[in-house]
């Protein structure tokens, strides 16, 4: 059997696993939202990231039934958390090549219509490679599903091409900055510099930020004092599965 016959049947029975990352608000100390995270426990090749099959999926045409299969997962577990007590809302990693893509925009609109989605409760992570596809399509698809209450937000910020014109362009609610600018952010003056005038863009834009990659409490101090709004690292949590995550979220008042 090759690796792509079972990944379609890992998708199609579910054996899949998604797994959350907090995103702290660094104003109210709280976590407000999560990226949704697909991992593959292979039952020979053992645990495997993304990395090692999302690829594939995008080559072989399975992006579609695997990303539906992350939404559904998604709005399921945060619905869960919802009727907790827990109003955080979470995210789901949209590869280019579905953003403008007229059968994604079906399964959208079908996901949209369930009990589990509520009205800004979902996020959908973009990268800058959408509208480099198919500028047009990318805004007209993530102008509507603004409208059906999904917020946009564009990921890996600062590590792709023609950065400035898409943000001006795309219809986005917050700018994740790539953890390679963030991480020595506190340490280093040249990412200091790059890290603090992309806030003050993203903010004059409208835009809410997320700082990738936090792992430690001084890179953390160093966001707060310079206005980033949210961070998302391993100093905040680890991806976790979604019990983990709602004691996380239990524990954190
Ligand atoms: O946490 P981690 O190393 O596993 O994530 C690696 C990359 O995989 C990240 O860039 C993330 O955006 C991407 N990724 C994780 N889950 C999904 C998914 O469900 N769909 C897509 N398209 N990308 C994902
Ligand atoms: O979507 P994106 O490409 O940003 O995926 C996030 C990736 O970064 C995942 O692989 C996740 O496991 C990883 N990650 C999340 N937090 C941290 C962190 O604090 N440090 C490092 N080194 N990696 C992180
Ligand atoms: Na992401
Ligand atoms: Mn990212």
């Known amino acids: 059997v090759s690796l792509l016959g ?6 199609r029975d579910g054996s899949l696993e998604v797994v959350y990352q907090p995103k702290l608000d660094l104003k ?18 053992g645990p495997l990231g993304p990395d090692a099959f999302i690829p594939l999926a995008e080559r072989h045409d399975r992006i579609l039934p695997l990303t539906s299969f992350v939404l559904r997962r998604a709005l399921r577990d945060s619905a869960d958390w919802r009727a907790q007590g827990h109003s955080v809302s979470v995210a789901v990693n949209i590869s280019s090549l579905l953003v403008s893509s007229a059968e994604f925009f079906a399964v959208v609109t079908e996901i949209v219509g369930d009990a589990d989605f509520v009205r800004g409760g979902l996020v959908f992570e973009v990268t800058e490679s959408a509208a480099f596809t198919d500028p ?3 805004v007209r698809a993530l102008k509507a599903f603004r409208s059906m209450g999904i917020a946009i937000s564009m990921d890996d910020y600062g590590t792709g091409q023609s950065t400035l014109s898409y943000l001006q362009q795309l219809p986005l609610d917050e ?6 600018f963030v991480q020595h952010a506190h340490l280093q003056a040249g990412d200091a510099v790059l890290v603090r005038s992309t806030i003050d863009m993203a903010h004059q834009l409208g835009l809410k930020v997320v700082a990738e990659g936090v792992e430690d409490r001084p890179c953390l101090d160093f966001l707060t004092s310079i206005g980033c709004d949210m961070v998302q690292g391993y100093l905040v949590g680890k991806p976790a599965a979604s ?6 979220l239990k524990t954190s008042v």
């Open 6 to 11: 079972e990944l379609d049947e890992a998708v």
């Open 175 to 180: 700018l994740k900055i790539d953890r390679r």
């Open 28 to 45: 109210t100390n709280r976590i407000v939202s999560t990226e949704a995270l697909v991992r593959w426990r292979h039952p020979v090749l």
């Open 243 to 248: 019990a983990a995550l709602m004691k996380q």
């Open 136 to 138: 047009d399509g990318a």
